[in-house]
Every structure is written in C-alpha cells, then in structure tokens.
C-alpha cells in the first residue's frame, strides 16, 4: 500500500530534473499523476514512464504561462482521474543579468512563470476542490488535500543577477502564506520548499554556453563548475542534492503526517542555512 492510494496530483515541469522525480514519487506511492511539460516528449515520455512501472498517469503538455493552460491541466485531473488532491507548482527556470541590462521582457517572464502560473493553476484549482471537500464532508470523509509550492534560496537570501527569478521565488512564499490562510477552511494544507543547489539541467556544469528553448526563447542554461564547486564547499552535508532528495522534501508535504503542517517554508539544502 503506498501512502498516496487513490490520490490525484498535478506537477507542473515534470518532463525532467525535480519535477520528474516528483511525479515518479507520488506515483511509486499511489498517486496518479498528471505530468506537464514545455516539451510534449518529455511530458509523454514520462507520463509513459509512470504507466510502464505500473502507475497511473496522463500529460497535459504546453507551457504554464500560456493563458487557459490552468482550465486545462486541472481539467484533466477531474476528467481523467475523478478527484485532485495534490498540486505541486515546480515549472520553472531562470534568465539572469544584472538590473542594468534586464529587460522587461526578461522580468515579466519569471513573473509569469513562477508566480502567475502557480496563481492561475490556484484560481482554477479552488473551485473544483470546495465542490470535492463539500462532497466529503456530506460523506463524512476525511481528506486532507496539499499544495506544494517551489521556491529558491536565491528568493529567501537574495542571489546577484537574478532580479526578477528572486523576485518570483519571494512571491510564491507570500502567495503560500495567504493561500494557507484561505484554504485552511477547505481542509487543503498549503507548503513551500525551497530548494539549494540540486543537481538538474538549471545548475549543470555545462560551461559551454548551453541554452534551452524555452517559451519560444533561447535561455542559457546551466552554470560554471568552478561556482558550482565554490557553492557545494558551503554546503553542510559537501555536496549538491540529486532530484530524488529534492523530491523527498516535497513528498513530505504531500502525506497524511504532515496533515497538519500549513504555511510554512522549509529549505532542502544539505544544511545550507543562508547564500
Ligand atoms: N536545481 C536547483 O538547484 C534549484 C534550486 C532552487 C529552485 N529550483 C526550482 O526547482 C524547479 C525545478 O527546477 P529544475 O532544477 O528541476 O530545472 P530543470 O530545468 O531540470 O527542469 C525544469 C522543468 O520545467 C519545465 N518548464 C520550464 N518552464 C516551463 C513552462 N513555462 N511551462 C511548463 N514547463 C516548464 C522545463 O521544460 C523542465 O522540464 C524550478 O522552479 C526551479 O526554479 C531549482
């Protein structure tokens, strides 16, 4: 019996890196999994994935910040699977410089992604999980549902040329702190995790310039060795988290003992307590 039978879960960003490890979780524990991704193959290969080992799982692909992506993705927990349960915000990517040089394009985009996606997979999400809380309680039910946000370090302690990624992942801990507030009367508990330095495409050592289509854009992704080296030496535990750590953390927030857990951040960091 895993600890997420009978659950339905959204993960948004989980055609790779933490997302993905995300959505294997859950659904290694039960949950089924609606999968999403910018990249449809990479959504349907892991959506296929969670099937192959036995889970249950759909995609609904495309980019989060598109208008009407929320109706969709919640949709289909709804339509394909009967309930939501679960919501886990992690899309998202950074695009880096200085203020002098940061556009605007470059500063709605974060905002977008990391903080009106989220928001709009919320609104959408609201109606439907009072219906499905009203529903148990007529039942005499008892069903604690959870919203698992994914911040930054970077948004707690601030990280330099990264203005408007910073700006997204101090908003979303505001948005968990007043989200856990509203919901609190529909039994959903409403967490964040922000997470240090964890081992995805974001922080590869690529050192080659690497960019990544990503909205339609070009954006450099992955970082220096040298910096990712300077970085794990302050990190408590030596060393970089891999995504199966990271999505311990988020799993964490997703099972019944932590039933009574809301509005809070908690870091996975290796011990990292500051940047
Ligand atoms: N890796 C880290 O060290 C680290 C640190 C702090 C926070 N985070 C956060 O964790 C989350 C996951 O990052 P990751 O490290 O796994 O990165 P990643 O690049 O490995 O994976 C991110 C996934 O999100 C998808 N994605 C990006 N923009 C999207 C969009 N608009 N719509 C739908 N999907 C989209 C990408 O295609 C990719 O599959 C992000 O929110 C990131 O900011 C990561």
């Keep these: 019996m895993g600890k997420l039978n009978g659950k339905v879960a959204l993960v948004s960003g989980s055609g790779r ?24 193959e990479t959504g349907d290969a892991v959506a296929e994935e969670i099937r192959s080992l036995g889970g249950r799982a759909c995609a609904v692909n495309g980019s989060v910040a598109e208008p009407g992506f929320a109706e969709r993705f919640v949709g289909a927990a709804v339509e394909q699977f009967g309930g939501l349960d679960i919501i886990v915000n992690n899309a998202g990517y950074t695009w880096d410089t200085v203020v002098q040089k940061m556009t605007d394009e470059q500063w709605y985009a974060m905002l977008d992604v990391h903080l009106t996606a989220p928001f709009r997979i919320m609104r959408a999400a609201q109606p439907v999980i009072r219906d499905l809380h009203k529903a148990d309680m007529e039942a ?7 919203v698992v946000n994914i911040s930054s370090m970077a948004g707690q302690f601030g990280n330099a040329g990264q203005l408007n990624y910073t700006a997204g992942k101090a908003g979303i801990i505001g948005m968990t702190k007043t989200l856990a507030k509203e919901w609190g009367r529909m039994a ?22 690497a960019t990544a289509k990503i909205d339609g854009r070009d954006i450099k992704v992955g970082i220096n060795a040298g910096l990712l080296k300077m970085i794990e030496a302050t990190v408590p535990l030596g060393r970089a988290g891999t995504p199966e750590e990271a999505a311990g953390s988020v799993f964490m927030f997703c099972i019944p003992e932590s039933d009574y857990v809301s509005g809070q951040v908690i870091a996975c960091s290796g011990g990292l307590t500051g940047l």
């Design 17 to 40: 890196g933490i997302g993905r490890s995300i959505a294997l979780k859950l659904a290694s524990e039960g949950a089924a999994v609606v999968v999403n991704d910018l990249y449809p």
């Design 140 to 146: 005499g039910v008892r069903n604690v549902r959870k």
């Design 188 to 209: 959903v508990t409403v967490n964040c995790v922000a997470f240090g330095v964890i081992k995805t495409r974001l922080t590869a050592t690529t050192g080659d310039g």
